[in-house]
């Protein structure tokens, strides 16, 4: 043994954070293994390791006994007092039983000790850093895929992309760099493992708090996101200050910040909508761009019928029920679209007490080919 493992242990100790005694006692037990299956030993051992001298040393540990019945475990009283006249009964003798060529060994195996606990040591020291970036954004680089991941470096670890959480409209190759929201960090026998998504709305709300320095002070409030990725997305958007505008905050001068949201998503359509926490102005805005006649609330079943004019129809439900499905997700009601002629062939609308027009002031759409 060399004092360079010492020297050694100091370092991890100091850059690894990794406590010295701990690999002490790692190394100490290992090398009793070691001992046992070189030498065909099973007997009680120990062995005392002293870095500062660089040696190190194996005792067979034996009870003193009237009988001996096992020479591996037990030693009798008088030859223990042929040793020390001060052994009694029950007292342990420890005798060096170190071989001559156990040197090479101790070292070969102290060596695999301590590269096992450096290995852990970062894993542990990984899965500490990004346990806490649960729910957050980082930029990687694509590394290389399979069927089933794509692998996306994120410095010190490999984080895993599904295939499901891949947006439809993207296509990936070595070396893209990409955002990606990180949706859960396990512990395994091989180390952490990372998952992430670009598919996730956790995705939308983070680049918005990227983009927009009013909803990462605080002052404009992200309330509730739907998503269908690679498509179109509605986000509700809340300003306490009825001085600050939370839709053109996010929207920015000229639609810039929204913009590099969209470029980001590869052009998915993004719906900026005001909060409200009247479900009749709120349920307007989240089925933007269409214009709304009237909204009727049915507190019970929270779900809402939302009356719109005749020309709107096909624009307030969307392409396959899009703009009202997510616009159901964003709001938490459920809505039943209907065209002004038909609500009046029912007899719902007018009402006996017909609420306003809602005006639908509160939108920002990112679908027109001008803003595109």
Not at 4 to 23: S, T, V
Not at 209 to 214: D, G, K, L, N
Not at 226 to 247: F, H, M, Q
Request: with cysteine; hydrophobic share 40%; proline share 4%.
């Amino acid at each position: 043994m060399s004092t360079e493992l010492y020297d050694a242990l100091l370092y991890l100790e100091k850059e690894k954070g990794i406590e010295r005694n701990l690999i002490i006692e790692a190394i100490e037990a290992a090398l009793v293994s070691a001992y046992k299956r070189n030498f065909n030993q099973a007997q009680n051992v120990r062995v005392d390791l002293n870095l500062e001298t660089g040696t190190m040393r194996v005792f067979a540990r034996k009870e003193v006994v009237d009988e001996v019945f096992d020479s591996r475990l037990e030693i009798s009283e008088a030859d223990a007092r042929e040793i020390n006249p001060s052994y009694e009964l029950g007292d342990i003798v420890e005798l060096e039983v170190t071989p001559k060529d156990f040197g090479r060994i101790a070292a070969q195996t102290a060596k695999q000790v301590v590269t096992q606990r450096v290995r852990e040591a970062e894993r542990g020291i990984i899965y500490s850093e990004f346990i806490d970036r649960e729910e957050d954004i980082m930029t990687g680089i694509v590394q290389r895929q399979d069927s089933r991941f794509i692998y996306v470096s994120l410095g010190k670890i490999e984080a895993l992309l599904p295939l499901a959480e891949q947006m439809p409209n993207e296509s990936y190759k070595p070396h893209d760099r990409i955002k990606v929201y990180i949706t859960k960090v396990e512990r395994t026998t091989k180390g952490p493992q990372i998952f992430v998504s670009r598919t996730h709305p956790g995705l939308l709300k983070r680049l918005f708090e990227i983009e927009v320095p009013e909803i990462f002070d605080g002052t404009v409030e992200i309330r509730s996101v739907s998503r269908e990725a690679g498509d179109r997305s509605k986000i509700s958007v809340y300003a306490e200050n009825p001085e600050v505008d939370p839709v053109g905050a996010c929207v920015g001068p000229k639609g810039s910040r929204v913009q590099a949201i969209v470029n980001e998503l590869k052009g998915e359509k993004i719906d900026i909508v005001k909060w409200s926490e009247d479900p009749v102005v709120f349920v307007a805005n989240a089925l933007s761009p269409s214009k709304v006649i009237d909204v009727q609330v049915d507190e019970e079943a929270k779900a809402t019928t939302v009356i719109v004019p005749d020309y709107q129809l096909s624009l307030a439900i969307g392409k396959r029920g899009q703009n009202a499905r997510l616009a159901a997700k964003l709001t938490g009601w459920k809505i039943d679209i209907k065209s002004e002629t038909d609500a009046r062939e029912a007899g719902i609308y007018p009402r006996d007490h017909a609420a306003p027009a809602v005006e639908d002031e509160g939108a920002y759409d990112f679908s027109s080919e001008e803003i595109e």
